[in-house]
């Protein structure tokens, strides 16, 4: 039986296209409301669907916005980010690119080559107008913002994984990172957020804030609105696999969503598409009604996939990049930890084996200090999509497939 022609498609890849896009209705009205009068943090661990809603604000945009997404997480510079925003506009908003070179004869010279050079190569033409990108960044990024304050329309400048780009720029050069934080910090304020034609949506899949307390940075960042994307509920959760069986004519027991639901944890959305995919594919091979041993049985498979060890790598790997010691090393041991219990650890257990793992390094670091860090790593774990607070001073993983993952392959 083919799915329903309304029945959407499986998203185990690419984002969720912005037409099959569900559960995230009232959000979205919720954050094109701020965005009228503010600049945004969207933060969201990976994989849980902030770029789909970022897609959806472009192709649906409201309140007259002309709406530009950008991902920067490779960026290594100011000049970078500039000329990669000019470029998006010159790929998505062509005639509005037109509009905002008028009077700016940067933009003009390198509009003026677009005929002569290959399609796609608008960026080498734009770097080609100054040879002194670099070290002029500030004052083509001071005549971007100004160009566009004067165009009747507004702006709203989506930039997807900021945070990384700001990795990469403490890498190479911490002091151009402050300038370049303080820099969007005055062009967000001035004009007024209400009164700009250019408005900032950030994104990042990593705790920014905490990662610029620790280098001293948080307050260039203290005038964006925090807004984290929701999680999705367990209802939600349910009415996904019922809804995604059901439109394909799979038989199934009552208790297959909640099955799923209690298998996924706190629920990434890849691994939900993923795992109800699997579902799907097991009963199309054999047609039969679905049991709860079924959805067992496809989750011991995800957990050893490629498909699924490729994007759980992720998770392991990212802390060595974003983490540094003693909480590097001291976050692999408490998930390690983690993954071996069935009803999670305490806050408390779980301090005495953050200090155990300090004692074995051969750390000797102050009671205060050491309470500090531990706390802050706990927030980060928190933050980052790792863990959750199951019950009062009482931690699990977050998501099932990652804890079962991280059992077979890291414990």
Not at 39 to 67: E, I, N, Q, Y
Not at 103 to 112: F, V
Not at 152 to 163: A, G, K, M, N, R
Not at 295 to 300: G, I, K, L
């Amino acid at each position: 039986m083919p799915p329903s022609p309304d029945c959407p498609e499986f998203y185990t890849g690419a984002p969720v296209d912005s037409a099959d896009l569900r559960f995230r209705d009232t959000f979205l009205a919720e954050l094109w409301e701020t965005l009228r009068t503010q600049h945004v943090l969207l933060t969201a661990p990976r994989r849980t669907g902030k770029t789909s809603v970022m897609d959806h604000l472009r192709d649906f945009p409201k309140h007259g916005f002309t709406v530009i997404y950008q991902n920067v997480q490779d960026l290594t510079h100011p000049a970078d980010f500039f000329q990669t925003l000019l470029d998006t506009l010159q790929d998505q908003h062509p005639e509005y690119l037109k509009q905002l070179a008028k009077g700016w004869k940067l933009l003009t010279d390198a509009l003026s080559r677009i005929s002569e050079i290959e399609f796609g190569e608008f960026r080498v033409g734009l770097r080609n107008t100054d040879p002194d990108w670099k070290s002029n960044w500030r004052q083509h990024g001071d005549k971007f913002l100004g160009q566009i304050r004067k165009q009747q329309s507004p702006v709203l400048l989506i930039v997807d994984e900021l945070p990384d780009m700001l990795f990469n720029l403490k890498r190479e050069n911490p002091a151009l990172l402050r300038e370049f934080l303080a820099w969007l910090r005055v062009q967000r304020q001035d004009p007024l957020p209400s009164q700009d034609r250019a408005r900032w949506l950030i994104g990042g899949s990593i705790n920014l804030s905490g990662t610029l307390d620790s280098l001293g940075l948080v307050d260039l960042i203290g005038d964006l609105h925090d807004i984290p994307l929701p999680i999705l509920t367990d209802t939600q959760v349910k009415a996904f696999a019922q809804q995604m069986l059901d439109g394909r004519g799979v038989d199934f027991d009552a208790a297959v969503p909640e099955r799923l639901r209690v298998h996924l944890g706190r629920p990434i959305p890849l691994f939900m598409q993923m795992a109800t995919q699997e579902l799907y594919r097991s009963w199309k091979r054999e047609p039969r009604k679905l049991a709860t041993a079924d959805v067992d049985q496809v989750f011991a498979q995800l957990v050893v996939s490629s498909a699924a060890r490729d994007k759980l790598q992720h998770y392991y790997s990212r802390i060595a990049k974003y983490y540094e010691e003693p909480c590097l090393s001291a976050a692999y041991a408490l998930l390690g930890q983690l993954s071996l219990s069935s009803v999670g650890l305490s806050r408390a257990k779980l301090t005495q084996e953050f200090e155990r793992h300090l004692a074995d390094a051969g750390q000797a670091v102050p009671a205060h200090e050491r309470k500090r860090q531990f706390n802050q790593l706990l927030r980060d774990l928190e933050n980052d999509f790792y863990v959750s607070e199951i019950a009062e001073n009482q931690y699990d993983f977050a998501s099932g497939v990652l804890k079962a993952w991280w059992k077979k392959y890291y414990a």
